[in-house]
T-cell receptor
Framework: GESVGLHLPTLSVQEGDNSIINCAYSNSASDYFIWYKQESGKGPQFIIDIRSNMDKRQGQRVTVLLNKTVKHLSLQIAATQPGDSAVYFCAENPNSGYSTLTFGKGTMLLVSP | GAVVSQHPSRVICKSGTSVKIECRSLDFQATTMFWYRQFPKQSLMLMATSNEGSKATYEQGVEKDKFLINHASLTLSTLTVTSAHPEDSSFYIC????????????FGSGTQLSVL
């Protein structure tokens, strides 16, 4: 289930389940979005990105969906594995062609064997 | 893929001392580098943007005299936390941009600063 911690929402799933992590972004002018995975004590790791002219993009075991109408982004992870346990952040680029990113609050994904 | 090296990974210092953190792009020239700060269970907050050969641009609320940024070459940016205090204890992360576009943004492994 999903619960809200002191600062970080947590999603707990069983190994093999599909996980869906959601993100609401703030700037309707943002045209580029990225999902990052951050393990404890490490820097963010790129997972997948999507441009605003698309509403879906698939990678290996991951799919990003973009709904610009409601400014919502989601990350779907298929067949979740214990190694997927981490904090996941969405990031938006409000300035096309420049690298300044605004990060969302993050969701902690906990995968039980 | 491109690699950004950040050093040290962990540092403990006494209150009042200064700490320097290095961020290096190992296989590309980083025209732009970014410094973030992250508190436990919180998101990354952009502190400043540095461009090679020019002054850094600081985000609102970030003290430029306290967090000195130097981007003297296309492969190295440094963040110096001057006169550190316990409230400066945090996880600091750099990222480097190749060609100045988000698709080419790579993150360092972070530096955990603990000020006693």
């Amino acid at each position: 289930g999903e619960s809200v911690g002191l600062h970080l929402p947590t999603l707990s799933v069983q190994e093999g389940d599909n996980s869906i992590i959601n993100c609401a972004y703030s700037n309707s002018a943002s045209d580029y979005f990225i999902w990052y995975k951050q393990e404890s004590g490490k820097g963010p790791q790129f997972i997948i990105d999507i441009r605003s002219n698309m509403d879906k993009r698939q990678g290996q075991r991951v799919t990003v969906l973009l709904n610009k109408t409601v400014k919502h982004l989601s990350l779907q992870i298929a067949a979740t594995q214990p190694g997927d346990s981490a904090v996941y952040f969405c990031a938006e680029n409000p300035n096309s062609g420049y690298s300044t990113l605004t990060f969302g609050k993050g969701t902690m994904l906990l995968v039980s064997p | 893929g491109a690699v950004v090296s950040q050093h040290p990974s962990r540092v403990i210092c006494k209150s009042g001392t200064s700490v320097k953190i290095e961020c290096r792009s190992l296989d590309f020239q980083a025209t732009t580098m970014f410094w973030y700060r992250q508190f436990p269970k919180q998101s990354l907050m952009l502190m400043a943007t540095s461009n090679e050969g020019s002054k850094a641009t600081y985000e609102q609320g970030v003290e430029k005299d306290k967090f000195l940024i130097n981007h003297a070459s296309l492969t190295l940016s440094t963040l110096t936390v001057t006169s550190a205090h316990p409230e400066d204890s945090s996880f600091y992360i750099c990222s480097a941009s190749d060609q100045g576009v988000s698709e080419k943004l790579f993150f360092g492994s972070g530096t955990q600063l603990s000020v006693l």
